[in-house]
């Protein structure tokens, strides 16, 4: 049997990072928001059987994007985004999924992830999960409280950890409810593989595949989307 991989996008987060009237997953980037820019992205690789949006409990905004599509599930969003994420795997699991499946959870927030990262990331499925990175470029420095230099930290074999990133769905969900039952926090899917002790392998990915976090980044990913249409 071929296998079948899903997709987790959490979009329940404010992002108070942008300082903007509405959760930034709203703001728009030329003609479309970055929930959707993103969503896009997604439905177009088409290995994903269904890709489910868990979102915020009083979302005003995904409703009047009048977003549809046969691939396309909402759920409601939890309060941490491993939360979220939680819920969005169970609801693929109500809808077809089968906890031996593949799922790509990836941020709402990175709507100029390419085709070639996604299919990238596909082909190098592994037991232990695997995961978008771009290994680190700059010289890397530890600071102290006063933001005074304390030393060089050496540079090699170090990432920025990006997503999606990838896992079997039975093994990401046992983790993440490990994880919470142990109260260790976690701000990736990685982070909760690696606590039980997996070792996911680390994908390189394209640049372009940024967070919008702040205001700046609005600038930069508007470039990307253009580019990589
Ligand atoms: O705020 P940050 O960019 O780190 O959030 C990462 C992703 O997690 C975003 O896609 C955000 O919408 C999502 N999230 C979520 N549920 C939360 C918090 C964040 O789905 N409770």
Redesign the pocket.
């Known amino acids: 049997m071929t296998e079948q991989v899903f997709a987790v ?7 108070s ?1 942008m300082q903007a009237d509405r ?3 709203y703001l728009y980037l030329d003609d479309a928001t970055i929930l959707e820019h993103t969503v896009k992205r997604l439905l177009q690789f088409t290995p994903f059987q269904k890709i489910v949006l ?1 979102l ?1 409990e009083h979302d005003e905004y995904f409703s009047q994007l009048n977003l549809h599509h046969e691939r396309l599930l909402t759920c409601d ?5 491993y ?3 939680l819920n969005g795997i169970d609801c693929l699991l109500q809808h077809g999924a089968q906890v031996t499946d593949w799922v790509m959870v990836h ?3 990175r709507p100029c992830i390419t085709q070639q990262d996604l299919r990238a990331l596909w082909s190098a499925r592994d037991e232990q999960g695997c995961i978008l990175g771009m290994q680190v470029r700059d010289t890397m420095k530890r600071t102290d409280n006063n933001n005074q230099i304390v030393n060089t930290v050496e540079r090699e074999q170090l990432w920025h950890a990006l997503t999606p990133q990838l896992a079997q769905i039975g093994v990401l969900k046992q983790s993440i409810e490990t994880c919470i039952k142990n109260g260790h926090v976690i ?1 990736d899917e990685a982070s909760a593989l690696e606590y039980v002790g997996l070792h996911p392998k680390m994908v390189s990915g394209h640049p372009s595949n940024i ?1 919008v ?1 702040r205001p700046d980044d609005l600038i930069m990913a508007q470039l990307f989307v253009q580019e990589f249409k």
Do not use: L
């Not at 996008?9 to 992002?15: K, S």
């Open positions: 996008v959490p979009a329940a987060g404010i992002g990072r959760p930034k997953q868990p915020a969003g939890g309060a941490e985004r939360h979220s994420v941020d709402v927030a701000t967070k976090t």
